[in-house]
């Protein structure tokens, strides 16, 4: 069956009906401050009713390259025919709109050079028309796209490690300084009219960075000082070796997993983009260090698009399967289950799983046994249509109980993550929004949930993306992050400048024995960062989760750094990014921890890239140098309990009395990090105890005197773990690190 939803509107995409649009319009007004689009997306609106099949990929992709000829077409004909009459009798202001037109379509394409030359015409007419709005409206449009140029005749023309990485060290420097020079001077004249205007003296210390000229050729007045962007934690220094490993496909936003999917011991790589006309791509691990992208081998490669994935085991046969999520800020189309044939190769059983249809836009998807079954059942955050709850039925197809256990709402929903917050045995489920509050889904334990978000005060923000639950002060109980979403590149200027947000700011919810309190501002996080894409582990194996934060918005102007903070023994977290080296400026999607050469420290993988097809930017993997404390990796394998064990809950004593907390999880509501569960031990590194808490069963294993630096095995019905074998090497770009 066709439809012809809209496709491709500015940030909140397409919708079926005016009453929706009313509502997606309603949410933009509220919003404090925005970022000045140059994306394109916007410029595709009117020429999106373009019919395509939302179970079909192909067509999806088709039905985008469609829309974007169709604009292209009407726009440069209409712009011909208006400059066809007599000059007096030209319709000026509409010739004016036309070229800013084409300048984002140009910026959608990636060809800035294009859009620049679009956007000096329309300024051209602007001036002439003495139309302030739009004079200083295309004077930032042209800053922003000044900076790209730079952005692309270096950082991706002329890449190395360090490019693009905040702030702009000299080995980052743009050698072809054109871009930021230019930049520099259009905001000097904006200035001249708002000089506090934040979100260009943001972009204009940038721009400064780029080309040496920071901080000494800032002027006083518009400074950001270097003493803002310093760490506030000291840390490691890591290294990107994306390049040298492999792993730095060039792709638009889209999801990550890291996981062994062939069981050969060495963790692969799999991500998505959200363009509709590219496939997934799976990196297998060739076990020294490198990858190759398998993924026509492996049966994805008409897997296209997909701007999240989530790992899952669904039909607990020990291979561990893949989820891609589809539509989110776009329109409806179908997700798909990939089931892993434990051969090198996935087969799409979404049709006979019963998760194709109905279509629908979603980004967000969590895996979790909710009615302690022994299988793995699926909740799916949707926009704007009923969330739905897959019920696993323990025989490859699921049944969709979201309206008859009470979590099916209708939100324009960006996140979810299960945990058993309340430690009575089974999972409970947090569901972030865009522009209304949260849902808390208690469970019950009688197959239905009841709504206590607002009952327990944890409904905000109001503008959610990304949440996630980690036990940040090793208490045993399940604490609650929930990232804001409001696009301000001024409130990320006030945070560096130690001034208050104007928008919401991270929530951090301390959990207290099933009860919350808000400790965002007592932990360190009354902030405000873009984010997109995030996940936890524990950098430096002291023991407590730390996280990092990937960042962006669909606009080229939204130059922010991806962050990274450490956590300061379960009381604050502190901002760790610029000692680590790991604030990169490309937009962060896609983001994963993980152990990748075996060496006893989690390294971190970056999936960069934007809203648009010229906004993509290469992966990366930021090598952990390590810093000598030690460490424990547990693998679990569920008997009764799902095979994956995702829920299982461990605990780890040291010789001084510490208790370690974790749970089974891939990790956050974006980024799919490895079900392996990894244990920072700090200096001593002496594990007097390990518990396992088994979900299904609701038994307990205890093990005892387990040596530290060594990975082990643990089935659920064993009662002894077994040593595994792992075979450590070193990723190409550094040196050898010894332990």
Partial sequence: ???????????????????????????????????????????????????????????????????????????????????????????????????????????????????????????????????????????EKLAIAHLRRGEVENCLQHRNARSCVFPIGPDARHRLVSGSRTAIGIIGKLFQADPSDLSMRWLFNIAHMTVGGYPAQVPAEYLIPPVAFASKASTVQYTDVGAATGLDANNMAGGTIVEDFDRDGFLDVVTSTQNSCEPLRFHRANGDGTYTDRARAAGLANQLGGLNLVSTDFDNDGWIDIFVLRGGWEFPMRNSLLRNNGNGTFTDVTAEAGLATPATASQTAAWADYDLDGDLDVFVGNEFSPSQLFRNNGGGAFEDVGSSTGVARTAFTKGASWADYDNDGDPDLYVSNFGEPNFLYRNNGDGTFSEVAAELGVEKPAYSFPVWFMDYDNDGWQDLFVSGYVQSLGDVARG?????????????????????????????????????????????????????????????????????????????????????????????????????DHDGDQDIFLHSGGAVPGDAYPNSLYANPGNGNRWLEVRLTGVKSNRAAIGARLTVTLADGRRIHRTVTAGTSFGTSTLRQHFGLGPQGVVRALEVHWPASRTTQVFRDIGPNQAIAISETAKAFQPVSRRQFVLPGTARRSR
């Fill in 1 to 139: 069956m066709m439809s012809a939803p809209r496709g491709c509107v500015v940030l909140l995409i397409a919708a079926a009906g005016a009453a929706q649009e009313d509502r997606q319009a309603a949410l933009v007004q509220r919003w404090t401050e925005g970022i000045t689009d140059v994306s394109g997306l916007a410029a595709l609106t009117p020429f999106s009713q373009v019919p395509y099949d939302p179970q079909d990929l192909a067509s999806i992709c088709a039905m985008k390259k469609t829309v974007l000829d169709n604009a292209l077409q009407a726009t440069t004909d209409y712009l011909a025919h208006l400059k066809s009459a007599p000059e007096p009798q030209r319709d000026w202001p509409e010739i004016m709109k036309l070229n800013h037109q084409l300048g984002q379509l140009a910026m959608y394409r990636g060809e800035v050079k294009e859009a620049i030359a679009n956007f000096d015409e329309a300024l051209a007419v602007a001036t002439k028309l003495r139309q302030t709005y739009f004079v200083r409206s295309l004077e």
């Fill in 496 to 596: 560096y400048l130690g001034e208050e947000p104007k928008g919401e700011t991270f929530k951090v919810y301390r959990n207290e024995k099933g009860k919350f309190t808000d400790v965002t501002k007592a932990v360190g996080m009354a902030r405000n960062a873009l984010t997109m894409g995030c996940n936890f582990g524990d950098i430096d194996n002291d023991g407590y989760l730390d996280f990092y934060l990937g960042t962006g918005a669909p606009s080229y102007g939204a130059l922010t750094p991806n962050l990274l903070f450490h956590n300061n023994e379960g009381k604050s977290f502190a901002d760790a990014t610029y000692a680590a080296g790991v604030g990169h400026l490309q937009k962060g999607h896609g983001i994963a921890l993980a152990d990748m």
